[in-house]
């Protein structure tokens, strides 16, 4: 079992930056995918980015392309979103995901852990 706690949620401004952090334990880190899913009020909750163990593969939802970057630090055990030119739409509650396998993922059928969830208010 992975335990992940999530860190650096927070209320900005359009066009602002914000870096989220989530911190596991448990699984070997560097066993397993990792990613960011976002749940906004009334809507579904939808896959941001996920890298692969090795970070050679990662994966952006297009609503972020450009703007999002995610990584990883097999070391730190620490996966991170570096989020850029932030727009109102981005307002959710961000949940640091640990896949099951290697591979990266692309819904929440592939995941094994959840973290607790982080808000990241951006206003206009």
């Known amino acids: 079992q992975v335990q992940l706690v999530e860190s650096g949620g927070g209320s900005v401004q359009a066009g602002d930056s914000l870096r989220l952090s989530c911190a596991a334990s448990g699984r070997t880190f560097s066993s397993y995918a990792m990613g960011w899913f976002r749940q906004a009020p009334g809507k579904e909750r939808e896959l941001a980015a996920a890298?692969?163990?090795?970070?050679?593969?990662?994966y952006y939802a297009d609503s972020v392309k450009g703007r999002f970057t995610i990584s990883r630090d097999n070391a730190k055990n620490t996966v991170y979103l570096q989020m850029n030119n932030v727009k109102p739409e981005d307002t959710a509650v961000y949940y640091c995901?640990?896949?099951?396998?290697?591979?990266?993922?692309?819904?929440?059928?592939?995941?094994?852990?959840w973290g607790q969830g982080t808000q990241v208010t951006v206003s206009s």
């Open positions: 995901a640990a896949g099951r396998g290697r591979g990266v993922f692309f819904s929440d059928s592939d995941v094994s852990s």
């Open positions: 890298v692969s163990w090795s970070a050679l593969s990662i």
